[in-house]
C-alpha cells in the first residue's frame, strides 16, 4: 500500500488514484516520446544538409 492510498478507500476512490497514476505515467510516456522524436528529426535534418553541403 502507497503513501497515497489509505485502508478505508472505497474501491472506487481507489480506481481514481489508480487511473490518475496511469495517466500520469502515459502522459510522462508521451513526453518522452516526443523528445525522442524531436531529437531525431533533428539530427536527421542535420545529417541531410551536411550531405547537400559536401555534394556541392
Do not use: C, F, Y
Not at 25 to 42: C, P, V
Amino acid at each position: 500500500m502507497s503513501d497515497t492510498e489509505h485502508s478505508d478507500d472505497t474501491p472506487i476512490e481507489a480506481a481514481v488514484v489508480h487511473l490518475a497514476r496511469w495517466g500520469a505515467t502515459a502522459k510522462a510516456d508521451a513526453a518522452a516520446d516526443s523528445r525522442i522524436h524531436e531529437r531525431w528529426a533533428q539530427t536527421q535534418a542535420e545529417d541531410e544538409a551536411t550531405l547537400a553541403s559536401a555534394l556541392l
